[in-house]
């Protein structure tokens, strides 16, 4: 079997935001898969980031696949925003939508990649009903709204669960971590399943961070 692809998507939230496309260069020469966009709305999660216009600019600077994280509350009013600014993938929070059903279908219907999340404490059973139609599912491995947190490792569990709902009901989601990836903690989150890895902190704080992406992709699997 081919050996499974391990994506690597770097969050600009740990970046220099004074330059922004700088960090976006050194993301497409260090060999990452995706830039993660992390949207907070200072209600879903107390810090404010950055919103559509943010997005808009970085695709005009980067052709790797925009990764939209929506930290907000009514992310479906969002949605046009973020499908106008170009991104790939338009990730929103179960836990801010009611009608999370309607919104992967519109997500979807707008040519986006539709992921939902959810927070440590929302129990996987919150997502099981749009399983069979979200193209992703974004676990968040911290709780969100900050960078260089330290990993849940209950969240692995988790990870471990929707995986195995994936392989029973023949699903084709993606699974991604989100919040503490880096060297110390790699190993043992490609070994829960994912198949993308969200990082932050240990990729643009890094002293090398070609080299510290390149070490967690091939993070070895613990026996
Ligand atoms: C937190 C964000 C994460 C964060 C990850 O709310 O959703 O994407 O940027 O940062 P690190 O990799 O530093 O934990
Ligand atoms: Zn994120």
Redesign the pocket.
């Known amino acids: 079997m081919a050996e499974k692809k391990r994506l690597i998507a770097p969050?600009v939230?740990?970046a220099d935001f004074t330059r922004i496309a700088d960090a976006l260069t050194l993301a497409e020469t260090a060999g990452a898969d995706w830039i993660?966009l992390?949207v907070?709305d200072g209600v879903f999660?107390p810090p404010i980031t950055f919103g559509a216009q943010m997005a808009a600019a970085v695709r005009t600077k980067t052709s790797l696949e925009l990764d939209a994280?929506l930290?907000t509350v009514n992310p479906s009013a969002q949605l046009d925003f973020f499908v106008d600014a170009g991104v790939d993938r338009f990730t929103f929070h179960a836990e801010a939508e009611i009608h999370s059903h309607r919104l992967v279908e519109r997500v979807k219907s707008r040519g986006l990649k539709a992921g939902i999340s959810i927070v440590p404490s929302t129990p996987i059973e919150a997502i099981i009903e749009i399983m069979g139609i979200v193209d992703q599912i974004l676990v968040?491995t911290?709780n969100?709204?900050?960078?260089?947190?330290s990993l849940i490792d209950s969240t692995l569990d988790k990870i471990r669960r929707i995986r195995e709902i994936r392989e029973k009901k023949n699903l084709g989601f993606l699974i991604e971590m989100?919040?503490?990836?880096?060297p110390s903690t790699a190993a043992r989150i490609w070994e829960a399943g994912i198949d993308a890895a969200?990082?932050?902190?240990?990729f643009f704080g890094a002293d090398d961070p070609k080299k510290a992406l390149e070490l967690c992709r091939n993070a070895k699997r613990i026996s």
């Open positions: 969050s939230l740990a993660h992390d907070m999660v994280h930290m968040m911290v969100p709204g900050y960078g260089g947190q989100d919040g503490g990836f880096g969200v990082m932050g902190s240990a």
